[in-house]
Each structure stands twice: as structure tokens, then as C-alpha cells.
């Protein structure tokens, strides 16, 4: 977790690539947000500018955490 990686490049690490395609939202920049419900299925993405404790965010993790 604490390693560098790579999300972009053509030797984009498997996770992000994998992540990136599930979703149509490559990473642009640092901080770019996958969130994935507890079945291990993405459910959204979210870019760099939006911050974590965002309203969107937290509306999308209180209905996966009201519906699950």
C-alpha cells in the first residue's frame, strides 16, 4: 500500500488498469478515488478534485451502507 505505483503509463499497475476500465475513469492525478462495496464491486469513481469528505461522496457511501 505505502509502495509507489504507476495508474497511468503502459505498465499502469493491474489494480488501477483493471479499476480504470470497470469504470470508463482513468486517474488524471494523484488522489483519484474508487469506491468499492462490500462485495468487492466498483461502484463509482471520483477525481482528483473532489475532496473525500465531499457531499457526492458521502451521499454515494450512505446508500451503499443503507442498502447493503
Not at 482528483?48 to 457511501?61: A, F, G, K, L, Y
Amino acid at each position: 500500500m505505502f509502495g509507489k505505483t504507476r495508474v497511468v503509463s503502459p505498465q499502469a499497475n493491474a489494480l488501477f488498469d483493471d479499476l480504470a476500465q470497470r469504470t470508463g475513469a482513468r486517474p488524471k492525478w494523484n488522489f483519484h478515488k474508487y469506491l468499492i462495496d462490500r462485495r468487492g464491486e466498483v461502484v463509482k469513481s471520483f477525481g482528483s478534485s473532489v475532496e473525500p469528505d465531499s457531499q457526492p461522496v458521502i451521499t454515494e457511501i450512505e446508500r451503499l451502507l443503507a442498502s447493503e
